[in-house]
C-alpha cells in the first residue's frame, strides 16, 4: 500500500500523513484488501483528472460516498 499511497503524494502533492489515513479508510469502506490499493489509487486519480475536484476533494467525496452506502 506504501506504492501507492507515496505515488499519490508526488503527484497530487497532498499531505502524506492525512492521505495514508484516508487512502486506508477509503480502502476498508470499499472492502478492498492492500494488495488493490493500486486499482483504487487508479480510480482516484482518473476521477480527479476528470474532474473539476482537486485530489483531495475527490478523495473526501469518495469516502464520503462510501460513507452513505
Do not use: C
Request: glycine share 4%.
Amino acid at each position: 500500500m506504501a506504492a501507492p499511497i507515496a505515488m499519490l503524494h508526488v503527484a497530487f502533492k497532498s499531505e502524506l500523513t492525512g492521505l495514508a489515513d484516508r487512502f486506508d479508510r477509503l480502502l476498508r469502506l470499499w472492502g478492498m484488501e492492500a494488495a488493490e490499493a493500486r486499482r483504487a489509487a487508479d480510480v482516484l486519480t482518473k476521477g480527479a483528472i476528470s474532474s473539476a475536484a482537486t485530489f483531495d476533494e475527490m478523495l473526501d467525496a469518495m469516502i464520503s460516498a462510501a460513507t452513505a452506502e
